[in-house]
């Protein structure tokens, strides 16, 4: 069965349709990379399926429910999210926004335990950053906040992560080291559907990729069909030409 399920999706706003006919299958353990140029309706498409849009057609299943059906508490303990950027409002400590990520697992006005606070830190020190726990999140640069929402999404344990160009703010060394624990999330059964802009990224971690343009699918299946330079050429509106010629390897291969 699988985690999520979306069906000849219409998506967008009451006045603006975004996108449309998309549909896509996700099961445990899988990467679904998506790709397409900015205003193509990937964050849009990734709204409607966390439940914050409706959709304007179409289904969306999760674990064999429809999204619909789902309380927000339920759905919490199922679906964790990681947005693009965050700069935070409130002084809270890095070691507090990760134990947000629990919230999911206490009763109401449940105060975090021991256990938790220890689930709060082990996914601190996955990510290699633990000594920033008593740090203040608002002080904290773009990357280390990115790192830290990845964190708290590790803390919620879900079973599906939606990640929304998860390593976009961040230095290639901590680009690698999110990457790596996508690939382990999804080793121990995690389903991670992730946005980015780069190809490279899509073949070191996803088991598939989509191809998004003008809010629809242009192409899906696995890295090394889908990510060839005539395809991205096209879905990017760039001559294959000069895409080779920018040097990006895109024909044989990313990052190791």
């Not at 920033?132 to 906040?145: N, Q, T």
């Not at 490279?200 to 809010?215: I, N, P």
């Amino acid at each position: 069965m699988s985690l999520l399920e979306v069906r000849d999706l219409a998506f967008g706003y009451r006045h603006h349709p975004v996108g449309s006919e998309v549909t896509l299958r996700l099961g445990a353990g899988e990467v679904l990379a998506l790709l397409g140029p900015n205003g193509a309706g990937k964050t849009t498409l990734f709204r409607t399926i966390l439940g914050w849009l409706p959709p304007l057609a179409g289904a969306i299943h999760l674990a064999g429910e429809p999204l619909g059906r789902w309380s927000r508490a339920r759905l919490a303990r199922l679906l964790g999210y990681v947005p693009q950027a965050h700069a935070g409002l409130f002084a809270f400590s890095v070691l507090d926004v990760v134990l947000m990520g629990r919230t999911a697992h206490l009763p109401v006005f449940g105060v975090p335990s021991r256990h938790d606070r220890e689930v709060a830190l082990e996914a601190l020190d996955l990510l290699g950053v633990a000594a920033l726990a008593p740090r203040v999140y608002v002080e904290l640069s773009g990357g280390e906040r990115q790192l830290v929402l990845v964190a708290r999404a590790l803390a919620q344990e879900p079973r599906l992560l939606v990640l929304d160009e998860p390593t976009a703010s961040l230095d290639f060394g901590n680009q690698i080291k999110v990457l790596d624990e996508i690939r382990a999330l999804a080793g121990r059964g995690i389903a991670v559907l992730m946005s980015t802009h780069h190809p490279d990224q899509a073949r070191r971690v996803a088991t598939r990729v989509a191809l998004l343009k003008r809010g629809r699918i242009v192409g899906e299946g696995a890295p090394e069909a889908v990510l060839s330079l005539d395809r991205l050429a096209r879905l990017y509106d760039v001559d294959p030409a000069r895409l080779a010629a920018a040097g990006a390897s895109l024909a044989g291969g990313g990052a190791a």
